[in-house]
């Protein structure tokens, strides 16, 4: 099967339930997206499938076939960095880091959709996204700072 991961096409052979997760990560060595709970609960393995935030431990490859992945290896554009990227490492978002792909993804699929969003937005959009060191407030801090580098020139995908 084919499968377009970052702009780039991909032949592989595996079983159509794998879950993507492990296409990704095993297959493609594509080891950014993290395995947390693998029941979609934690949102450390959030891709974008035709732009769109999934949990891709619970999504069987066979589900993204045709579809456009991006995971956070093909967020950036070349050498510049998303906004929500940009923002991240201006804040000093994450702390042990491991969930901060998934929080990323899913921050700039909010942004994608809402390019100034509110408290409650971000809290309602982020909220299957867990952090175990509790860095809720910078990772807000981290989304508005997105949404102000995206308004002024950045690349929000």
């Not at 934690?42 to 490859?61: D, E, K, W, Y």
């Not at 906004?83 to 899913?106: F, K, L, N, R, T």
Request: charged content about 20%; proline content about 4%.
């Amino acid at each position: 099967m084919k499968l377009t991961v970052n702009n780039r096409d991909y032949s592989i052979d595996v079983a159509l339930d794998t879950p993507l997760l492990w296409v990704l990560r095993d297959t493609l060595g594509l080891v950014g997206t993290k395995f947390g709970c693998g029941i979609g609960q934690c949102g450390a393995c959030t891709i974008h499938l035709n732009g769109f935030p999934m949990r891709s431990c619970q999504l069987p490859v066979a589900a993204a076939i045709g579809a456009k992945i991006i995971t956070i290896e093909g967020l950036a554009e070349g050498d510049k960095l998303h906004p929500v990227q940009q923002a991240w490492c201006e804040e000093d978002v994450a702390q042990c880091g491991y969930c901060q792909s998934g929080q990323i993804m899913s921050a700039a699929a909010l942004l994608k959709n809402s390019p100034n969003p509110s408290d409650a937005e971000i809290d309602a959009s982020m909220s299957g996204n867990l952090c175990r060191c509790g860095t809720y407030k910078r990772i807000k801090a981290g989304i508005h700072r997105a949404a102000e580098l995206a308004n002024n020139g950045g690349n929000a995908k």
